[in-house]
Nanobody
Framework: QVQLVESGGGLVQAGGSLRLSCAASGRTFSSYAMGWFRQAPGKEREFVAAISWSGGSTYYADSVKGRFTISRDNAKNTVYLQMNSLKPEDTAVYYC????????????????WGQGTQVTVSS
């Protein structure tokens, strides 16, 4: 079992940056692919980025490609999402998730979820 806790959200002006962190419990963190998703008010949860267990493969939604970077530190049981050039449309609750079978953009494939952290981008 994996427990996930996100942090690093907040209020930022458009064009600014934030780095989200997701700390995982359990000694098997390095065997899980990890993903970031987000959910804006009134919208469905959507894929943002994913990373393989080794960190060797990464995937991004078109809307964040070139602006966001996902990374992980298996020694610290932590996955990160560096968000640059933020836009008001990036405003959402951001969730990290763990997938035991591999990195994917498919939300239903993820086995464990964090509680989320709010990101608000003002114009």
């Amino acid at each position: 079992q994996v427990q996930l806790v996100e942090s690093g959200g907040g209020l930022v002006q458009a064009g600014g940056s934030l780095r989200l962190s997701c700390a995982a419990s359990g000694r098997t963190f390095s065997s899980y692919a990890m993903g970031w998703f987000r959910q804006a008010p009134g919208k469905e949860r959507e894929f943002v980025a994913a990373i393989s267990w080794s960190g060797g493969s990464t995937y991004y939604a078109d809307s964040v490609k070139g602006r966001f970077t996902i990374s992980r530190d298996n020694a610290k049981n932590t996955v990160y999402l560096q968000m640059n050039s933020l836009k008001p449309e990036d405003t959402a609750v951001y969730y990290c998730a763990a997938d035991q079978f591999g990195a994917t953009i498919a939300l239903p494939e993820y086995d464990y979820w964090g509680q989320g952290t709010q990101v608000t981008v003002s114009s």
